[in-house]
């Protein structure tokens, strides 16, 4: 159904910086360090957040993003808090974003906490990789951050199919995959700590659960659970909406 190329190989959505790095930081340098075309894509500029500014979290986003090696990460300016499904213009903000990138697999990337934006991005998600293949339905593309700043958005397909849709698993989840990110693990962590806003607790900030020392060992936990199910040393898993269609055995070893 799709009649152009995509422009991505995968494009991971989440709500705020910092999301995408702590969700699914291993998997996304593991692809890009296989030249896999990686974006990011943060929905809100994180106004609400308990320390730092948005400007100072969008700065320590490029950094990670430079660490990771991806292609390119975008930011629009949605509500902080307020992400939601059922608001038709964030569902065709999503759409566009897609119509535009046109990735193979779109991966919902929620931090796994009870932050009610954490909780709405993965429906939020589901709902606009189908719509963006409505081709009746044409939402437009605001305007973003970029970067790298000389990056350019290509123009929106009429209509996009992505090949998955995917959700990264919080803890207790049943996985459909999973990337082995045991070489990549340091860079992961590297990544995290560019948001030194976040996950430093400096004099001045406010106390929080991501700025306490323990939550860093929680994510190695995850990363050492997805890991040893797996049977590898350390892993991030996914959630995909659909079985793949193979024309051969495939060659993975199944966990
Ligand atoms: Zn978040």
């Not at 806003?197 to 020392?213: L, V």
């Amino acid at each position: 159904m799709n009649d152009r190329a995509p422009q991505c190989d995968l494009l991971c959505i989440s709500p705020h910086t910092d999301d995408a790095e702590i969700a699914l930081g291993g998997t996304l340098r593991l692809l890009s360090e296989k030249g896999r075309r990686v974006w990011i894509c943060d929905l809100t500029r994180g106004e609400l957040g308990s320390n730092g500014t948005p400007e100072l979290r969008w700065q320590e986003a490029e950094k990670a993003s430079k660490i990771l090696g991806i292609a390119g990460r975008l930011q629009f300016d949605l509500p902080d808090g307020f992400i939601s499904v059922h608001d038709p213009q964030q569902v065709a903000l999503v759409a566009a974003v897609i119509r535009s990138l046109r990735p193979r697999w779109v991966v919902a990337a929620p931090m796994p906490n009870r932050h009610p934006d954490h909780q709405a991005i993965p429906p939020l998600v589901r709902k606009a990789a189908f719509m963006s293949r409505l081709a009746a339905w044409r939402p437009d593309l605001p305007e973003s951050r970029l970067w790298p700043a000389d990056a350019k958005l290509p123009e929106p397909a009429e209509r996009w199919d992505c090949e998955a849709v995917a959700t990264v698993c919080m803890p207790g989840d049943k996985p459909d995959m999973y990337f082995d990110i045991s070489d990549v693990w340091e860079s992961k962590v590297e990544a995290l700590t560019c948001y030194a806003s976040q996950f430093e607790p400096a004099a001045g900030t406010r106390a929080t659960k991501i700025n306490d020392p323990a939550f860093l060992a929680e994510v190695e936990r995850w990363a050492r659970g997805w890991g040893f199910k797996a049977g590898v040393r350390m892993a991030e898993a996914l959630h995909i909406e659909a079985a793949p269609v193979a024309g051969d055995m495939p060659q993975e070893r199944w966990s």
